[in-house]
């Protein structure tokens, strides 16, 4: 793997801290959900959050989360290096001035 796209990822990585604090404080709310690109069950949790009667529902929801919050880390990630793995193999050819990188060799 070369230096830009390791840095590419690690600056857009999602951290299991940062994740997991979430979940504890605005987990009713899905913003876990939000960080860790599962958009559709997020909004799901948010609407439900936003009406009382499903309030408890997504409380309960976040707390079995907290159980899986590593698990969804982990395929956020992995589907983070796969992309950009994509863009790197779907990219135009280096033109043959340019310099290869070590890994390249």
Avoid at 45 to 52: C, R
Wanted: a neutral charge; hydrophobic letters at 45%.
């Amino acid at each position: 793997m070369n230096t830009s796209r390791i840095i590419r990822y690690e600056a857009n990585k999602r951290l299991l801290g940062v994740a997991v604090v979430f979940c504890i404080f605005f987990g009713f709310l899905g913003l876990h959900r939000f960080y860790v690109n599962q958009r559709n069950s997020g909004m799901a949790m948010l609407i439900l959050s936003l009406v009382v009667v499903g309030l408890p529902v997504s409380i309960v929801w976040s707390i079995v989360d907290l159980f899986l919050i590593d698990d969804m880390v982990c395929s956020c990630n992995n589907d983070l290096a796969d992309k950009i793995e994509q863009h790197y193999y779907h990219s135009p050819a280096k033109k043959a001035s340019e310099k290869p990188d070590d890994a390249d060799i």
